[in-house]
């Protein structure tokens, strides 16, 4: 009885854990300015992750969200900028923020249709696909900007990154959000239901009828969606579209499914709350570390062991459950 309650909330246990640990080793930790930082610097990583658990839950892997950011950044500050300055993109053009935020999400959904093609249509491995569209839509992005930052934009964009409603960052308010829709998407819609089946056992459900190829497709450009908004959301939070934008946070992305449930080994497992407490516990972990004045190295290192331990023991749980 123990073990499968610790299987089930095992994860929020660990979280809490930790929450307690930080606070012991640093009082700073637990000011309010402090948890809401946490929570507004993993925003990013908790919407692309989002994302992630689906494609993983099926089955695949995108290794290319982290450049979906890069680009949708660019692309959305581009068309972002203040008038009053010399653009060397639109001189002169001036678009309500309305047009940035339907660039970068339109651009993510763009590049999760040539994965989800790639995958569903040619059957290219999912780790070749996106591999190979993580270096060629960073290519597009260094293209686009020529290498160089896109800043001067305009409040309304840069509201998103930086403002508050009633005191509470915008980032998380997006998280939230898409964190709810996200979860319904999955739990109780039959897009959701047929992404868990295809990941259990894809032969299966294209025997009971379930078009594998198009939910497929579907579940990486609603990755790659949340990936663009991402996106607008880190490049408003500095200020500034930069193609060097994502780096590393697909891996992030990929962690934080990881840790909170979501299964490499076996598909069809993963839900919306494990994912963000999974973002939670990486945001955590890394805030107490820098408030030790733990040394970047030893904190990646310490990360990837976080990572291999956790799907070491998604190995072990399911290689029991057989």
């Known amino acids: 009885m123990l073990s499968g309650i610790f299987s089930k909330y095992g994860i929020f246990l660990i979280f809490a854990v930790m929450v307690v640990a930080a606070s012991v080793l640093s009082r700073a930790f637990v000011s309010s300015t402090n948890l809401i930082n946490i929570v507004r610097q993993m925003s990013v990583v908790g919407l692309i992750a989002l994302g992630v658990t689906g494609v993983i839950v099926s089955g695949g892997i995108d290794l290319s969200s982290g450049s979906v950011v890069g680009l949708a950044a660019v692309v959305a500050a581009s068309l972002a900028q203040d008038p009053e300055y010399s653009s060397p993109f ?100 039959k897009f959701g239901k047929y992404i868990y089946a295809i990941g259990g056992n894809e032969q299966a459900a294209r025997v009971s009828g379930i078009d594998a190829s198009r939910y497929k497709m579907l579940i990486y450009v609603y990755a790659s969606f949340l990936a663009g908004l991402a996106g607008l959301v ?9 193609p060097g934008l994502g780096v590393g946070y697909e891996l992030d992305a990929i962690a934080a499914a990881v840790i909170g449930g979501t299964s490499l080994s076996a598909g069809g497992i993963g839900t919306v709350a494990g994912t963000i407490v999974g973002a939670l516990i990486i945001g955590v972990l890394n805030n107490i570390l820098d408030l030790m004045n733990v040394s970047a190295y030893w904190q990646q290192i310490i990360k990837g062991c976080i990572i291999v331990g956790a799907v070491i023991l998604d190995q072990l749980k399911h290689r029991g459950s057989k």
């Open 90 to 189: 639109y001189p002169g053009l001036h678009v309500p923020f309305i047009v940035s935020l339907l660039a970068a999400c339109v651009v993510g959904a763009l590049v999760g249709l040539i994965n989800g093609t790639l995958v569903a249509k040619a059957r290219i491995p999912p780790f070749i696909a996106t591999l190979g569209t993580f270096t060629a839509i960073r290519g597009v992005a260094l293209l686009y900007t020529g290498g160089r930052p896109i800043s001067d934009l305009t409040d309304a964009y840069n509201f998103v990154g930086q403002g508050d409603v009633f005191g509470v960052p915008v980032p998380i308010i997006i998280l939230v959000v898409m964190a709810v829709v996200t979860h319904i998407l999955y739990a109780h819609t």
């Open 234 to 242: 880190v490049s408003s939070r500095i200020g500034s579209g930069q």
